[in-house]
């Protein structure tokens, strides 16, 4: 589907879509493991369930440790923050052209809000996103439905989400099928933040090179 007429509404994901938190995320996370004695990430994440958060992945790294390491795990990642969380070249571009023409931008994400207050006002301005919905706040997260339905509560109905009312940009197949559920369009913007193709492989997929390719095409629109 071209993206050559606007939506009414826009909902981005956070970590690895506006955000690049993944330095973060591997470095807190390699610290708890070390301290609860188990091998590094590298060896870890063949582990962790495509289909949860991290969050929710803890129990399968950790075991009946889960909620005390995810603890830890907050602590560090918090404190690193300011240093190892930063934007995506161009991101802020794409995001003000869609205001100035109208769109409302929102984000959802699986992420802990304790950790996303901390880095939205750091990476951008809260004021332009009209909802934010968090891990943990929706009935069901990425990649269920459910995510969509309740961001979008109260605007549209889940009968009357289409592709060209609401898109949904991500990084990763949690993102995609999340939106194709929900019958939003997908927008995948550069590579996975835990890696793997960028490259078109999905169909009812738009697959994006960078902010800068996205801007870009607005532009023409």
């Not at 991101?91 to 992420?111: P, Q």
């Amino acid at each position: 589907m071209p993206l050559s007429v606007l939506p009414q509404y826009v909902l981005f994901d956070w970590d690895g879509t506006l955000a690049f938190t993944r330095d973060n995320v591997v470095s807190s996370i390699n610290a708890v493991l070390k301290e609860y004695g188990y091998p590094d990430w590298t060896q870890m994440q063949k582990r962790q369930d495509p289909k949860l958060s991290l969050r929710d992945n803890f129990i399968n790294f950790f075991g009946g440790d889960a909620d005390s390491a995810y603890e830890k795990y907050v602590e560090i990642y918090r404190r690193q923050i300011p240093e190892l969380v930063k934007a995506f070249p161009h991101a802020a571009e794409v995001l003000e052209f869609l205001r100035e023409k109208h769109v409302s931008l929102m984000i959802m994400t699986n992420k802990d809000r304790r950790l996303f207050d901390v880095e939205l006002p750091q990476l951008y301005n809260p004021a332009w996103f009209e909802r934010v919905v968090c891990g943990h706040e929706a009935p069901k997260d990425k990649p269920w439905p459910e995510h969509i339905f309740y961001t979008l509560r109260g605007l549209l109905t889940p009968a009357e989400i289409s592709p060209r009312d609401v898109w949904m940009v991500g990084d990763s197949p949690q993102d995609s099928d999340c939106a194709l559920a929900a019958h939003a369009l997908p927008i995948r913007v550069g590579t996975p933040i835990w890696g793997g193709s960028a490259a078109e492989s999905t169909p009812g997929v738009v697959y994006i090179k960078d902010f800068a390719s996205f801007y870009e095409i607005l532009a023409k629109s």
